[in-house]
């Protein structure tokens, strides 16, 4: 089985004010990375519209009904001073939910072995009823519940190594033992959560990192906290949360990653998964704003889902 890529046009057509990191070019960053041949193997899909009641996975009705009524026909809709709507932005967000539940649907369908998902604008950061910090819907949160809705998955885990803490998803899985949430992020820095108190109801894991923090920090945090604590949850499915700006080019944080950091963690994780789940992974993109950055950590994310 190969390693699934799910992506779409529609995701470059969220436009953002100039000068915002999460700006269309990423999705041409990703794009570009994964033309190599090393990639051709990709199972390449695109990612279907979905229902906007699919957001409604982690999200009340409400909420999503109140996006729906603000996105502009024409200009830009600030949501807050870091989030705005653009007249594609809608298309994108629902092409990011057909994204991650098709890629959940051919990985636990056995139909792809794991699946990276390369969309924007990202999702980690969303809450049940606040978009913020780039993001609207929850999309790895989405994924999860519709693991468990659709296929049966008991128990779901979500591991993310963006440089910024996923306030959303943390709060999203906060009270749920049937979901497992781990990060790996820089403190201090926004949105300003992610301490290693913080631990939900004995589901998340928090290991906050300090700025200048590289590989060696992280490989311990892996190797002492975040694995060790995923074993023992033992999921059905592994989403990662893929953020790449802890990548020490990126201009919003201020760890240092390398790609080989990158590919050494995804590795890790995909033991894991190996041991617990089949190997099933989903991998979704978040963060990652420095654009020679973010194709050098995807090429060595992706490379390792392929086990290249």
Not at 50 to 69: G, K, N, R
Not at 103 to 117: I, T
Not at 225 to 252: N, W
Request: with cysteine.
């Amino acid at each position: 089985m190969s390693t699934l890529y799910v992506t779409h046009p529609a995701f470059a057509g969220h436009i953002v004010p100039q000068g915002h990191p999460e700006r269309p070019e990423r999705m041409r960053a990703v794009e570009q990375a994964l033309e190599a041949e090393v990639f051709q193997p990709l199972i390449r899909v695109q990612a279907p519209l979905a229902e906007a009641s699919v957001a409604t996975l982690a999200h009340p009705e409400s909420f999503v009904e109140a996006l729906d009524h603000t996105r502009p026909r024409e200009g830009m809709v600030m949501i807050d001073g870091d989030t705005t709507m653009s007249p594609g932005t809608w298309e994108a967000l629902l092409r990011a939910l057909g994204g991650v539940t098709l890629a959940v649907d051919e990985v636990m369908a056995g139909q792809a072995r794991n699946a990276f998902c390369g969309m924007r604008p990202p999702g980690h950061h969303a809450e049940a009823t606040t978009a913020m910090g780039f993001c609207f819907f929850n999309n790895a949160v989405v994924a999860a519940r519709h693991a468990q809705r659709t296929h049966g998955a008991e128990r779901v885990a979500i591991v993310d190594f963006d440089v910024h803490h996923g306030n959303g998803t943390q709060a999203l899985v906060w009270d749920d033992p049937s979901l497992f949430y781990a990060s790996t992020h820089q403190m201090p820095l926004f949105p300003g959560t992610g301490a290693r108190s913080e631990t939900g109801c004995g589901n998340v894991v928090n290991a906050p990192m300090r700025g200048g923090d590289g590989g060696a920090k992280f490989h311990e945090a892996f190797e002492d906290l975040i694995l060790p604590a995923l074993k023992t949850f033992s999921p059905d499915l592994l989403i990662i949360s893929a953020g790449f700006d802890a990548h020490e080019r990126d201009p919003l944080g201020g760890l240092l990653l390398k790609g080989g950091d990158y590919a050494w963690m995804t590795r890790a994780l995909i033991d894991v998964a190996d041991e617990t789940a089949g190997g099933r992974v989903v991998s979704v993109l978040e963060g990652g704003y420095d654009l020679r950055g973010l194709a050098e950590s995807t090429t060595a994310h992706v490379r390792a889902l392929m086990g290249a």
